[in-house]
Structure formats: structure tokens, C-alpha cells
């Protein structure tokens, strides 16, 4: 025991010991199960190899952005003969920048119908040769004079980001024992914002953000792609697509007793919930199409709950104060490498909070933490609007500003963040969830691509104001959340449908509330109230 031992107390703190020593199964487990070699390794593999390309390239742009509209507006004139104005260029180039978030979109869709059709693994191991492809069109764009090779490639980088989005969450959480799926559920989350941060310093001027670096720039992450890429022969498929969808049974265990590192006998809460899942898997012959998610009302709520937190996640206005944030520290009175600098520590607060958030997931409940952060994001989106407002008339609101950004990155952190990503997991049985997860991403990238599609106009329209409507959006979720997120931590799928299952009347928390009052009734008969 002793290693792993130490290990499970620094990922999962004391209360999961209590809460597992009052589990029905608690006289059968000998020995939890844990970070396994191969679950480490599949967990470092994705995040690197899948997660942060996908960060990478939401981050890579936005430095060089005069570079390569410059590149774009000769190639289009030497081969076309075509002479852009400032707005026609302005237009091609935000296509190029949006056509990831339409691919983004895309390829969340695709993920449901792929990870069924060819499992969690070959899904992602689809998602990376897009993904290199997309990263020698980059290489290839500026040497052959095509802005088609840059447009074709942000397009396939974003299905592949896409495909990573709604499938990767899934395949390491269905790869965890119960009590890691928290952690292993905000790794997608975390290599995002790692890339995000590593594509802002790689694009920085004096690194490789200028005229003969940016299509090495561009194409930069397809390396950790194809090195993580090499591992996937040795990664384990997930056994509950074996399991549920493929119906493998033998295979599945065998993979099972493989990640967990351990005999089949001391797996048996495991192997009750895949068998749980499986029966339930059947009784329904149809299979989980979209469509079918769509229209099922006992799915409405938690639906509506993963919709509304990842679009919510956007329309937060991380991007749009990412954006904005360089323009405040240099009205704050830093120098133009200062407020680049201060941007990429926004970007790093962020990442940092992504890292805070895996103890934070495995210990605190997931309403607690989805709703203090609600409440103090909204809280920094007014001071930030405030600030911003009232900039021209007082000096030191530049600095109330910065605190405005630096406070909304890291309670945007806590839950706001990572939450999204994995909720749908912890929502939906294994039938449903790679639609659920699939419609949750596509939203993502919509929310995303929305904003910023209409933040600009906002902006010249209603200007620092904008920060009041994305607040406003915040609160909404907040009282949503308060009324219909039931607490998944640790909770049996199956339990957590049946609290959601009655649409609007559901009463999830309530529930919840009951069970945690009378530990013994609410465990075993949780539905009587
Ligand atoms: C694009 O290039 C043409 C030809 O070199 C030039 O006349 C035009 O001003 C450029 N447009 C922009 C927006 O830079």
C-alpha cells in the first residue's frame, strides 16, 4: 500500500476516506485504486499531445496577427492580382482566425459519432493526424504563397481541436477509478491553458512571432503531437466503451485489471457499475444518436446544465477580456512590452489556476465551487466595467482595471474553467455521454465564436459597458446553477440521472441536501423523497 498510500492523500485529502468509509463497499475494498503507470502516462500523453495544441492555437495568433495579414495581403495580390483595402484584408483574416472555432464546432459533433463508431482512443488518434496535416499546410503556406493552405489548415486544426474537446475528458475519465475523475477530468482544461500560454510566448516578437518565424510558429505544436502520438500503441482503449459499447467483456477487464494495476477481485465496484451501465445500455436497442439526446425530456435538465456552462464558459468573456486586457494595461501606463508582458501573466494566472483546480476538484464539491466562482467572476466583471468607464476621469481606476482582470482570471478559475469540460461526464450514463459531451463542446465553440463575432461591435457600440452584459450572463448561470446542478462528486452516474431526470421540476438539490442529512436512508433509498 505504502506509495500509493502517500500518493491518494495528496490528490484526494480526508473527507473521500470518510465519504469511501461509508459506502456500501467499504468492507470489500482492500486497497483503492490509483495513479497507475499507465493511467499517469495516458494522462501526460493527452494532455500534452491533444490538450495543449488545442490551447496553442487559440493563443499563437493574436501576436503576429499584423505579420501575417501582411503575408496574406501580398499573396492574394502577387496571385490574384487581387488589391485588398484595410476592411477587405480585416475580413479575410478574421475567416482565417473564426474558421478554427466553425471547425472547432464541427468536430465536437463528430466526436460522439466517432468515439462510438471507433472508440475514445482512435477518436483521439484521429484528432492528432488532423492535426499534423494542419500543421504542415502552416509550414507549407508561406513557401508555396497560399493563404488556401492557411485557411484549410486553422480549419482542420479546429475539428481536431474540436474532437479533442469532447472526446478527451471522456476517455481519461472513463479510465479512472471514481475518486480520480476529478483530477483526470480537468487535465483537457489544463493543457488547454498551458497551450494558450505557450502560444503566446512563442508568438512574442522577439522569439518567433515575426516575418521569417511565423510559419514555424504556426506549425510549432504539431512536434509534441507527433512525439505524444507514438504512444498511443501502448495506451489502453477505455474499458467501458469495451464494456458498454463494443460489449468486449473479457477484453474490457483485462484492460481494466491493466490500468488499475490490479486483480479483477479487488475490482468489484468497478465491474457492478459497468455492469449496471451495460444492463441499462440494453434495455434501450436504439442507439444514442443526437437527436435522440435531443429529444429525450429525461435528459432536458442535464442537457440544458452542460449547454449552459459551456457556452457559459464564453460568454463569460474570457476571450473578450483576454483581448482587452493588453489595451488596459497600457492605458494603466505600462509600456508596450510591459502590457504584452502583463497579458502573457494573465495568460500564466490562468494556466496556475488550472493547476490550483485538480486538489481543488478532488476536495470541494462541485456546487460550492461552481458557485463561488460565478458570484465573484460577476463581481470582477462590474469592477472591470466600472474601472474601464470611469479610466479618463480618475488615474488610479487604470490599476482598480488591472485588478478588475487579474481577480476575473483566477476566480474565472476555480470552476468557471475546468467545470464545463467535465460536468457532462458526471451528468450522463455511458449511453447518452459522447452526444451529451459532443453538444457540451459544440456550444463551447459557438459561445466562443459568437462572441467573437459580436464583442467588437458591442464594444464600439456600448464599449467598457460589455463587461455589465457578460456579468449579467454570469449571474443568470449562477441561479441556475443554485437551483439545478445536483452535486456529482464522487456520485454513483446512475443517481445523478435519476435526481435530473424530471426536467424543470426536478429537484436535484434538495435530494442531495437529504442524503448528505441522513447518510443511511439517503445511500440507500435516495429517490424515496
Ligand atoms: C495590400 O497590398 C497592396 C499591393 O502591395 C497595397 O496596395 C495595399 O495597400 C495593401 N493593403 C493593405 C491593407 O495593406
Known amino acids: 500500500m505504502g506509495q500509493q498510500g502517500e500518493r491518494e492523500v495528496l490528490f484526494t485529502g480526508d473527507d473521500i476516506r470518510r465519504s469511501c468509509a461509508q459506502s456500501p463497499y467499504a468492507d470489500i475494498t482492500v486497497r483503492k485504486p490509483g495513479w497507475t503507470k499507465l493511467l499517469i502516462l495516458a494522462g501526460l500523453a493527452t494532455t500534452i499531445g491533444s490538450a495543449m495544441p488545442v490551447g496553442y492555437n487559440i493563443g499563437v495568433v493574436n501576436s503576429p496577427a499584423v505579420i501575417i495579414k501582411h503575408f496574406v495581403n501580398e499573396s492574394v495580390y502577387t496571385r490574384y492580382e487581387a488589391v485588398f483595402d484595410r476592411h477587405q484584408l480585416d475580413f479575410l483574416w478574421s475567416c482565417i482566425i473564426t474558421i478554427f472555432l466553425l471547425g472547432g464546432a464541427a468536430g465536437s459533433l463528430c466526436g460522439s459519432l466517432l468515439a462510438n463508431k471507433i472508440g475514445r482512443k482512435g477518436a483521439l488518434i484521429v484528432s492528432s493526424l488532423l492535426g499534423i496535416v494542419a500543421?504542415?499546410?502552416f509550414l507549407c503556406s508561406k513557401y508555396s504563397n497560399s493563404v488556401e493552405m492557411l485557411l484549410i489548415g486553422r480549419l482542420l486544426i479546429g475539428l481536431s481541436a474540436g474532437l479533442t474537446q469532447s472526446v478527451m475528458p471522456m476517455y481519461l475519465m472513463e479510465l479512472s477509478?471514481?475518486?480520480l475523475r476529478g483530477a483526470t477530468g480537468v487535465l483537457c482544461p489544463?493543457?488547454?491553458t498551458f497551450g494558450v500560454l505557450m502560444g503566446q510566448i512563442f508568438s512574442m516578437?522577439?522569439?518567433?512571432?515575426?516575418?521569417?518565424g511565423w510559419p514555424f510558429v504556426l506549425a510549432l505544436y504539431a512536434l509534441p503531437m507527433v512525439l505524444c502520438g507514438l504512444l498511443f500503441p501502448i495506451l489502453p482503449e477505455s474499458p467501458k466503451y469495451l464494456y458498454v459499447v463494443k460489449k468486449e467483456p473479457q477484453i474490457a477487464l483485462k484492460v481494466l485489471t491493466k490500468v488499475r494495476d490490479m486483480n479483477q477481485e479487488h475490482l468489484n465496484d468497478e465491474v457492478q457499475e459497468l455492469k449496471a451501465e451495460e444492463s441499462e445500455n440494453d434495455v434501450e436497442n436504439e442507439s444514442w444518436t443526437i437527436g435522440r439526446v435531443l429529444r429525450d425530456k429525461t435528459l432536458l435538465l442535464p442537457l440544458l446544465l452542460v449547454l449552459i456552462l459551456q457556452a457559459g464558459q464564453q460568454f463569460?468573456?474570457?476571450?473578450?477580456?483576454?483581448?482587452?486586457?493588453?489595451?488596459?494595461?497600457?492605458?494603466?501606463?505600462l509600456s508596450r512590452t510591459n502590457s504584452e508582458l502583463a497579458t502573457i501573466g494573465a495568460g500564466f494566472c490562468n494556466f496556475l489556476m488550472a493547476v490550483v483546480s485538480i486538489p481543488i476538484m478532488s476536495k470541494y464539491n462541485r456546487r460550492?465551487?461552481?458557485?463561488i466562482s460565478l458570484a465573484s467572476t460577476s463581481f470582477f466583471l462590474v469592477l472591470l466595467g466600472l474601472a474601464t468607464i470611469y479610466i479618463t476621469l480618475y488615474s488610479w481606476m487604470a490599476y482598480l482595471s488591472i485588478i478588475g482582470v487579474l481577480g476575473f482570471v483566477l476566480c474565472y478559475g476555480i470552476g468557471l474553467g475546468p467545470i464545463p469540460y467535465f460536468i457532462g461526464s458526471e451528468l450522463f450514463e455511458v449511453g447518452p455521454r459522447p452526444s451529451a459531451m459532443a453538444l457540451g463542446a459544440m456550444a463551447n465553440f459557438g459561445g466562443n465564436f459568437l462572441v467573437g463575432l459580436f464583442f467588437p461591435l458591442m464594444q464600439a457600440r456600448i464599449g467598457a459597458a460589455s463587461f455589465f452584459l457578460f456579468a449579467g450572463f454570469v449571474v443568470f448561470m449562477f441561479i441556475f446553477m443554485r437551483f439545478y446542478l445536483p452535486e456529482t462528486r464522487e456520485k454513483d452516474v446512475t443517481e445523478v440521472a435519476h435526481l435530473c431526470s424530471k426536467g424543470f421540476k426536478s429537484r436535484p438539490v434538495a435530494v442531495s441536501q437529504l442524503s448528505i442529512a441522513n447518510t443511511e436512508e439517503g445511500l440507500n433509498s435516495p429517490l424515496k423523497a
Not at 516578437?205 to 521569417?212: A, C, K, M, R, T
Not at 460550492?368 to 458557485?371: D, K, S
Open 316 to 333: 463569460s468573456g474570457i476571450n473578450a477580456v483576454f483581448y482587452y486586457s493588453a489595451q488596459i494595461f497600457a492605458s494603466a501606463g
Open 368 to 371: 460550492i465551487v461552481i458557485q
Open 135 to 137: 500543421g504542415i499546410l
Open 177 to 179: 477509478p471514481l475518486h
Open 190 to 192: 489544463l493543457g488547454v
Open 205 to 212: 516578437y522577439s522569439i518567433l512571432g515575426n516575418e521569417q
